[in-house]
């Protein structure tokens, strides 16, 4: 299956590199509450956030990242391989170690595509709990798709009628156009695309010296994609309908973002919230698609990590500007992480609490 669409009715992070302590922690934050707690494991990272409730959304306890590339081969072999569950165990270690540590209590460990697509992806998710004891739930697209929205819908303007959201994950894509619906934005229809940046550049066999050729041929994949959803869009929206704006929460727009600004490296207190140009965007991907990957490695808002990847997801993000057309694109260093957080908090009638 290449996606999935379907339409709804309305309806500060620290990134500490070490392990924390075993055992029992001090509860470690100041504030009133238990720490709640979030885990995405996706096709290319592992990302925790710990926090609590607070007046003015969530105040963070703790955060890890790591890429893993549990996806990596995926496409071609169908199965995760031992390396990359290897490498993957080590980091949900870590994410343990933190969630004892600071006492967490309420708690959603999910696994996307990459557990979704693979063979053994449930023998994985059996592995992850007898070697490290959590309990990873693995979501559906659907699921995913409103995750995402709910963790960066916050930063739709106020007073847009519409908006669409987009995630370019290590394996999929999800695209959420959002209507104004009595005072809060919600979704009226979505799509997963089968391509992530790892999905789309093993695919279309890549590398790390990426062609104007291959550029090409990636964003032809993603058009193809694409299509369906631009068509149910125009369905009730009419034939190139815009949006106000574009909200993008994934690596690629805040790697987009921080190489706009300039920085010598990323900065997320520069980089969540931001406003990009569509033109401003544009011009980005044409400077990284004329660097070699040594220079793009050297860049400080990309980094060997995301070298080899980081043109994959800006030919996702071309057609998804092209699909959509909209003067601005808004940044968002947030996501599932926050989307799972803030779920919780409002079943508990805590949100904005504290």
């Avoid at 994949?221 to 034939?239: C, D, N, S, T």
């Avoid at 706009?260 to 997320?268: A, S």
């Avoid at 989307?339 to 805590?350: E, P, R, S, T, Y």
Wanted: proline share 5%; aromatic share 4%.
């Amino acid at each position: 299956m290449d996606a999935v669409t379907r339409r709804e009715k309305p309806a500060r992070r620290p990134a500490p590199n070490g392990d924390a302590p075993q055992g029992a922690g001090p509860n470690a934050s100041t504030g009133g509450g238990q720490p709640y707690g979030a885990l995405d494991l996706g096709t290319n990272n592992c990302r925790l956030l710990i926090a609590r409730p607070s007046l003015h959304g969530l105040q963070v306890v703790d955060a890890y990242s790591r890429i893993v590339r549990l996806g990596e081969g995926l496409g071609k072999f169908g199965r995760l391989s031992e390396p990359a569950m290897d490498r993957t165990i080590e980091a949900l270690r870590v994410c343990s170690n933190k969630l004892i540590w600071h006492g967490v209590g309420p708690r959603r460990l999910i696994a996307t595509e990459a557990c979704r697509q693979a063979e053994n992806g449930a023998e994985f998710i059996a592995r992850v709990t007898d070697e490290v004891g959590l309990q990873l739930e693995i979501i559906d697209r659907q699921t995913e798709a409103g995750l995402a929205a709910s963790g960066a819908s916050p930063l739709i303007e106020d007073k847009a009628p519409s908006a669409v959201i987009f995630d370019i994950g290590g394996g999929s894509t999800e695209v959420m156009w959002m209507e104004a619906h009595e005072g809060k934005h919600q979704i009226k229809a979505w799509i997963s695309l089968a391509a992530g940046v790892v999905t789309l550049s093993e695919r279309l066999n890549a590398g790390s010296e990426v062609s104007p050729e291959t550029f090409e041929a990636m964003r032809l994949e993603v058009r193809r994609l694409l299509a369906p959803f631009i068509a149910e869009v125009a369905g009730f929206a009419g034939a190139g309908a815009a949006p106000t704006h574009l909200l993008g929460t994934s690596g690629t727009v805040t790697t987009i973002a921080g190489v706009h600004l300039g920085l010598r490296h990323y900065d997320r207190a520069r980089v969540d919230g931001s406003w990009l140009t569509n033109d401003g965007a544009g011009e980005v991907t044409r400077r990284l698609l004329a660097m070699s990957y040594a220079e793009r490695v050297q860049n400080g808002c990309i980094g060997k990590e995301r070298a080899d990847l980081v043109l994959a997801g800006c030919a996702i993000l071309d057609e998804i500007r092209t699909a959509f057309p909209s003067p601005r694109i808004r940044v968002a260093d947030r996501g599932l992480r926050e989307g799972i957080l803030i779920q919780m908090m409002q079943a508990d009638n805590v949100w904005g609490a504290h």
